[in-house]
């Protein structure tokens, strides 16, 4: 008889046991569950930042003053004197900073550009400061008279410069340096090399006399 209790009382505490090691292994496995968990949640609040400092950062770059040429024809004044009708703007975000336009005409390779207003002056210079987005901004390069013939048909080649430096509201420098040439059959000025390089050899207008 009290072999048989000894035994029952054995496998009582066999049954505790085994309870209470399934218990902690199930204290284990949620202790475990618990962790994978705030791993989770540590990996997806950085992937979440990381995604908000990339969009963060392509938003800033979207926003900042883009200046080109928007439309350039061959015309002439009432004086009827030839010029080249060129309209810049700002087709970015936001105002440029510290913007400086350059603009000259070369005939056959030759400068032929000046200004009415100042006979001495061979390129046109603005220093335009704060350049609003999306207002239309107009100047005339005017050259010299003889050669319009020539150009008109096909004699003598035109050519306009446009160099443009300006910064954006940080601070940042940018260029814009566009040749156009003028394409007698019709009439047009078209595209003919250009950079946005604000280097020796970019933007700044460092290939012409004054």
Known sequence: M???KSQKLEEEQGEVLRAERSLLAGVRQLIGIQELLTVMMVVAAVSSAIATWKATQIYARGERPYIGVASIKLSTDLANRPYVAVDYRNFGTVPSRHTVLTAWTTVDGAIASYNPRKPGQRKVHLKLGILSPDSPHLLAAYFTPDALPAIRDGRAKLKV???????GADGQPYCYRMDFRY?????TLDPDGGSDDCGKDGALPTDAAD
């Open 2 to 4: 009290e072999a048989f």
């Open 183 to 187: 394409f007698w059959p019709t009439a």
């Open 161 to 167: 410069s446009v160099a443009i430096s300006y910064q």
